[in-house]
């Protein structure tokens, strides 16, 4: 699917949650940027079974995320 979102100064959370089939592999990419650089962004991954998994970047110019 495709979603956007854009959060202000104040910070902010969004969730999805998304139905899994057992023994399959699932990869969730984003494009993300900060606007100045010094606040840092994270995506991540969690209540799926497993281990939680995140990445985070604090670039100004868009950059490709991916968990796997």
Same mark, same amino acid.
């Given at each position: 699917?495709?979603?956007?979102?854009a959060?202000?100064p104040?910070?902010?959370?969004?969730?999805?949650?998304?139905?899994?089939?057992?023994n #399959?592999?699932?990869?969730?990419? %984003?494009?993300?940027?900060?606007?100045?650089?010094? @606040?840092?962004? *994270? $995506? /991540?991954v #969690?209540?799926y079974?497993?281990? %939680?998994?995140?990445?985070?970047s604090?670039?100004? @110019?868009?950059? *490709? $995320? /991916?968990?796997?």
């Open positions: 699917g495709q979603s956007a979102l959060l202000g104040q910070g902010g959370q969004v969730a999805r949650e998304v139905p899994l089939q057992p #399959s592999l699932y990869r969730l990419s %984003a494009y993300v940027r900060t606007e100045s650089g010094a @606040e840092e962004l *994270q $995506v /991540s #969690s209540g079974g497993g281990v %939680a998994r995140s990445i985070s604090a670039l100004t @110019e868009y950059r *490709q $995320v /991916s968990i796997e």
